[in-house]
T-cell receptor
Framework: DQQVKQNSPSLSVQEGRISILNCDYTNSMFDYFLWYKKYPAEGPTFLISISSIKDKNEDGRFTVFLNKSAKHLSLHIVPSQPGDSAVYFC????????FGAGTQVVVTP | DTGVSQDPRHKITKRGQNVTFRCDPISEHNRLYWYRQTLGQGPEFLTYFQNEAQLEKSRLLSDRFSAERPKGSFSTLEIQRTEQGDSAMYLCASNGRENTGELFFGEGSRLTVL
């Protein structure tokens, strides 16, 4: 059963604008939520995380928001840069990481 | 480079053959994970070790799959009698902290079964 869902397989955004990636989950036992970034032919790399007791975490251009009542989290990237073009995975942890299917982000000049 | 290392990076084999992948985690990390990723999907959990103990296995890990971490350092994942459906990227990751979920992934071993 897919407990972490990313319903948008792709996102195209202009350089300098905001990228918003969304993720929904079903298991209320998850205690950490993470975003990973993946380039082709490389393994995923950790980007940012948030504990289930928080509702926002910010790191430079990246901010993650958590809405526990809606079982929803989002990643904001602002401003978007061409190097941000990659696949972004949402993941949730309860003993082990469970991943969404990913969103391909393309940042255009 | 002190990151997670996987070998081989790419393996092409014929259906029915056995294959083995190796993972060397970050040296001080006691937790080691195997994931599988197919096209258009996120990584799917297969199994994990704490030191040399295999603590959890996914239902995805059929009887043809076996993983070991004999001395609590490197790990191997063997697939016997490969099938075309086994074609995927096999990812290894390690974690040395209390489980915040932050894993350090290797670059993966891509398996192609002909």
């Amino acid at each position: 059963d897919q407990q972490v869902k990313q319903n948008s397989p792709s996102l195209s955004v202009q350089e300098g604008r905001i990228s918003i990636l969304n993720c929904d989950y079903t298991n209320s036992m998850f205690d950490y939520f993470l975003w990973y970034k993946k380039y082709p032919a490389e393994g995923p790399t950790f980007l940012i995380s948030i504990s289930s007791i928080k509702d926002k975490n910010e790191d430079g251009r990246f901010t993650v928001f958590l809405n526990k009542s809606a079982k929803h989290l989002s990643l904001h990237i602002v401003p978007s840069q061409p190097g941000d073009s990659a696949v972004y995975f949402c993941a949730a942890s309860w003993g082990k990481l469970q991943f969404g299917a990913g969103t391909q982000v393309v940042v255009t000049p | 480079d002190t990151g997670v290392s996987q070998d081989p990076r790419h393996k092409i084999t014929k259906r029915g053959q056995n294959v083995t992948f190796r993972c060397d985690p970050i040296s001080e990390h006691n937790r080691l994970y195997w994931y599988r990723q197919t096209l258009g999907q996120g990584p799917e959990f297969l199994t994990y070790f704490q030191n040399e103990a295999q603590l959890e296995k996914s239902r995805l890990l059929s009887d043809r799959f076996s993983a070991e971490r004999p001395k609590g350092s490197f790990s191997t994942l063997e697939i016997q009698r490969t099938e075309q459906g086994d074609s995927a990227m096999y990812l290894c990751a390690s974690n040395g902290r209390e489980n915040t979920g932050e894993l350090f992934f290797g670059e993966g071993s891509r398996l192609t079964v002909l």
